[in-house]
């Protein structure tokens, strides 16, 4: 007779557990996001854009920023990919906003080491991080605004994860993301 040990990796976690761990990352990530916004530094009026990224790298709030930032956006990716395994739609957008949301966290990491070698952007000359900011700025976090309209879409259409009120708000929320990312 053989005997079979579970091992962690084969313990299911119970759905209610995943979905309380769900839901305190993206309180977390909410409860962050906000302020690392309302602490990003307003670029100066630079003649150019990127000596206006140049002042927002050397304001003392570009660290705090992008480092709430990163927290944030690392428990968007956290809670989105916990419940990814939900069906149709649904679990695709999901998919998209964990993928997405470990993208701006990656940014948001990079975002912390900017004022290296940024001396150039000062005289209008790229670098390094002008490409990771353009890169960030027209692609990653666009995407991570659409996957946020499209969860707060198809989770409120099929009832599984949010109400009709949370319905607008996220799919207005994400969309805004969207479009003020692409103008930045």
Request: hydrophobic share 55%.
């Given at each position: 007779m053989s005997q079979h040990i579970q091992t962690a990796a084969e313990t299911p976690i119970p759905q209610r557990q995943r979905d309380v761990i769900s839901a305190w990352a993206l309180i977390v990530g909410a409860l962050l996001f906000l302020p690392s916004g309302i602490l990003h530094p307003e670029p100066s009026s630079g003649s150019t854009e990127l000596e206006r990224i140049y002042s927002m790298l050397?304001?003392?709030?570009?660290?705090?920023?992008?480092?709430?930032?990163?927290?944030?956006?690392?428990?968007?990716?956290?809670?989105?990919g916990r419940l990814a395994g939900m069906p149709g739609r649904l679990g695709q957008a999901l998919r998209l906003g964990s993928i997405s949301s470990a993208a701006v966290a990656v940014g948001a990491f990079l975002?912390?080491?900017?004022?290296?070698?940024?001396?150039?952007?000062?005289?209008?000359?790229?670098?390094?991080?002008?490409i990771v900011m353009y890169a960030t700025h027209l692609v990653v976090n666009p995407l991570w605004g659409l996957a946020v309209a499209a969860i707060a879409l198809f989770g409120g259409l099929s009832g599984l994860l949010v109400n009709r009120v949370t319905l607008v708000i996220g799919v207005v929320g994400g969309l805004a993301w969207m479009v003020s990312m692409l103008t930045a």
């Open positions: 050397v304001d003392p709030k570009w660290i705090p920023s992008a480092a709430l930032e990163l927290v944030a956006f690392v428990c968007f990716a956290l809670a989105f975002y912390l080491f900017g004022r290296i070698g940024a001396e150039p952007l000062s005289r209008d000359q790229g670098n390094w991080f002008s």
